[in-house]
């Protein structure tokens, strides 16, 4: 009797641990089924996002006429940065550079020139160069005085006086005097005593030479020498060689 209610004893227990195993299983799978539909609502919400901030982006397109800008600048620097690896900037700008370098250090050399040699500005190298056929060899001394253009310090007469020794050298010319002996005597242009022949001008067309001196020099015949000729330098006598 006693072994027969023991085993329904064990059998009762058997049952309750069973319902207690079936407790928690079923516990655990509704604990999963909530987790899985959690994570479905969030999928859910993410996509419902995205497709807000999808509608909220062409909104803002809509509204922002200036939106396409940005784009169309990368775009841009991208093409430029590409020009410049297939090297096409240095053959677009490369001359013009050339050119201006060209153009600087000639006015540079022009000006050295200038200040070394005060007379040479007698030359207008920015005028256009005559043709050939209109081309003359001479050349000439000059008187220059302290109010002349770039006169240099050691030129203290009047202009009073550089037109009367300017005349006393055509005298002398008219009786006989060589040209190259009164270049050496009386011109005061530097080195211009030095030159072969004395004051050589070498050729030069029209538009060369300031204008006073440029009709006097063209007026001439070769061999032939003009009268006193006034220029912003000073007073000069000219003589055409060719």
């Known amino acids: 009797m006693a072994d027969l209610k023991k085993h329904d004893d064990d059998l009762a227990a058997d049952r309750d641990l069973d319902d207690e195993a079936r ?10 089924e909530e987790l899985e539909e959690e994570e ?14 999808s509608d909220h982006e062409g909104d803002d397109r809509e509204n922002d006429p200036t939106w396409w800008l940005p784009h169309a600048v990368m775009g841009t620097l991208i093409f430029l940065g590409i020009l410049g690896v297939l090297g096409v900037f240095p053959r677009v700008f490369g001359p013009k550079k050339a050119a201006v370098e060209s153009t600087t250090g000639a006015t540079t050399a022009a000006a050295a020139a200038t200040a070394a ?11 256009p160069v005559a043709p050939p056929g209109d081309t003359i060899t001479a050349q000439h001394l000059l008187v220059m005085h302290k109010e002349g253009m770039r006169a240099p310090p050691g030129i203290t007469r009047t202009k009073d006086e550089a037109k009367k020794r300017a005349e006393e050298a055509l005298d002398k010319l008219k009786k006989g005097t060589a040209f190259d002996a009164l270049v050496k005597e009386y011109t005061d242009e530097p080195g211009s005593k030095d030159k072969t022949p004395p004051g050589d001008l070498g050729t030069f067309g ?11 020099a063209f007026a001439l015949k070769p061999n032939e020498t003009s009268g006193v000729v006034e220029s912003p330098f000073g007073f000069h006598i000219i003589k055409r060689l060719k």
């Open 23 to 32: 407790r928690r299983r079923l516990k655990a799978a509704a604990a999963r």
């Open 40 to 53: 479905d609502d969030e999928e859910e919400e993410e996509e419902e996002e995205e497709e807000d901030d």
């Open 206 to 216: 029209k538009g060369r030479m300031v204008p006073a001196f440029e009709t006097a």
């Open 117 to 127: 040699n005060p007379a040479s500005s007698l030359r207008l190298p920015t005028r």
